[in-house]
T-cell receptor
Framework: GENVEQHPSTLSVQEGDSAVIKCTYSDSASNYFPWYKQELGKRPQLIIDIRSNVGEKKDQRIAVTLNKTAKHFSLHITETQPEDSAVYFCAAISRSNDYKLSFGAGTTVTVRA | GAVVSQHPSRVICKSGTSVKIECRSLDFQATTMFWYRQFPKQSLMLMATSNEGSKATYEQGVEKDKFLINHASLTLSTLTVTSAHPEDSSFYIC?????????????FGPGTRLLVL
C-alpha cells in the first residue's frame, strides 16, 4: 500500500514568515494529493489539493508543489498569521490502494506573534 | 456546501459497554463512507470503508466483530464499538463521498470523542 512520510513533525515560525512542509509518497500510481488543516478537537479541513498532472497550485497565501519523479510534494504558507497555527496533514490517493486516503503523520505549526 | 454530522460529539462510557456513533450526510447522498480513528497527537488511521447496502471493508488489524459498521441508507452509517475498553478511547471521525463523485472527494464529520472508563 501507499506510505506517506511528512516532515517536520513540528514547525515554529515568526508571524509573517513562510512555513514549508514536505511529504514523500511511495506509490507511483498515486494521483491526488490533498492537504488538510486540523485545529484541536476539530475535523480536518481541506485547504488545497493537487493532481498528478499539475506541478504547482496556488490559492492566496497557500501553494502546493508536486514532483512526480521524486515522489514528493510540499505545502508552502506565506505571510503566516497566528490563525495558521494548527496541525497540517498531507495525504495521497492511489488506485492501487482502492482510492483510500493515506495520511502523513502531521506537522504541528505554531505561528509566534 | 456538503455537510457531514456525527452524533454524539462526545461520549463517556464504562468498560464493557457498547457505544454507537452515527455519521450522517445532511445535504447529499453518499454511497461510500469512511471511518477513521485518531489517537492524541497522531494521524488519522482508516478503520473501514462502508458502502451502502453491503458489508464494510476493514483495514488490516481492525477487528470487524468489535467495530460493527452498518450503512443502511445513502445518508447514514453507524459505527458500534462493542465491549469497549479504555484502549478504545479515541477520536472517531467519519467522512463521506457524495454519490457520483470519486472517493477523492471526502467531507469529514466533526468527530466523536470516546472516553472509556
Amino acid at each position: 500500500g501507499e506510505n506517506v512520510e511528512q516532515h517536520p513533525s513540528t514547525l515554529s515560525v515568526q508571524e509573517g514568515d513562510s512555513a514549508v512542509i514536505k511529504c514523500t509518497y511511495s506509490d507511483s500510481a498515486s494521483n491526488y494529493f490533498p492537504w488538510y488543516k486540523q485545529e484541536l478537537g476539530k475535523r480536518p479541513q481541506l485547504i488545497i489539493d493537487i493532481r498528478s498532472n499539475v506541478g504547482e497550485k496556488k490559492d492566496q497565501r497557500i501553494a502546493v508543489t508536486l514532483n512526480k519523479t521524486a515522489k514528493h510534494f510540499s505545502l508552502h504558507i506565506t505571510e503566516t498569521q497566528p490563525e495558521d497555527s494548527a496541525v497540517y496533514f498531507c495525504a495521497a490517493i492511489s488506485r492501487s490502494n482502492d482510492y483510500k486516503l493515506s495520511f502523513g503523520a502531521g506537522t504541528t505549526v505554531t505561528v509566534r506573534a | 456546501g456538503a455537510v457531514v454530522s456525527q452524533h454524539p460529539s462526545r461520549v463517556i462510557c464504562k468498560s464493557g459497554t457498547s457505544v454507537k456513533i452515527e455519521c450522517r450526510s445532511l445535504d447529499f447522498q453518499a454511497t461510500t463512507m469512511f471511518w477513521y480513528r485518531q489517537f492524541p497527537k497522531q494521524s488519522l488511521m482508516l478503520m473501514a470503508t462502508s458502502n451502502e447496502g453491503s458489508k464494510a471493508t476493514y483495514e488490516q488489524g481492525v477487528e470487524k466483530d468489535k467495530f460493527l459498521i452498518n450503512h443502511a441508507s445513502l445518508t447514514l452509517s453507524t459505527l458500534t464499538v462493542t465491549s469497549a475498553h479504555p484502549e478504545d478511547s479515541s477520536f472517531y471521525i467519519c467522512s463521506a463521498s457524495p454519490l457520483g463523485t470519486s472517493q477523492e472527494t471526502q467531507y469529514f464529520g466533526p468527530g466523536t470523542r470516546l472516553l472509556v472508563l
